[in-house]
Nanobody
Framework: VHLVESGGGLVQPGGSLRLSCAAS????????MRWYRQVPGNERELVKA????????YSEVSVEGRFAISRDNVENKVYLQMTDLKPEDTATYYC???????WGQGTQVTVSS
């Protein structure tokens, strides 16, 4: 099982980023996928989740209306589109396959002027 995140970076407040997570080594299309984020010293926080069929099943309150999760079951990728980014969105973002307990290495998102 392998999850590889990409797309993080430095963005100004109000900006947008699209994170990608490439999955391999398992039947991706059969699995719920999640995006978490973590700030040093804090626990990982569930941000968004998507069912195997592409239904958005969870949104953390602070990202409601700003972040969108999607997936491509042909390319075996899950995406996190982030808009209207705020400094408090700064964190390392992780892709997760919860039934497998699998995590990616994370991608850093920094929102700063």
């Amino acid at each position: 099982v392998h999850l590889v995140e990409s797309g993080g970076g430095l963005v100004q407040p109000g900006g947008s980023l699209r994170l990608s997570c490439a999955a391999s080594g398992f039947a991706f299309s059969s699995h719920t996928m999640r995006w978490y984020r973590q700030v040093p010293g804090n626990e990982r926080e569930l941000v968004k989740a998507i069912s195997s069929q592409g239904i958005d099943t969870y949104s953390e309150v602070s990202v409601e209306g700003r972040f969108a999760i999607s997936r491509d079951n042909v390319e075996n990728k899950v995406y996190l589109q982030m808009t209207d980014l705020k400094p408090e969105d700064t964190a390392t973002y992780y892709c997760n396959a919860p039934r497998l307990g699998a995590w990616g290495q994370g991608t850093q998102v920094t929102v700063s002027s």
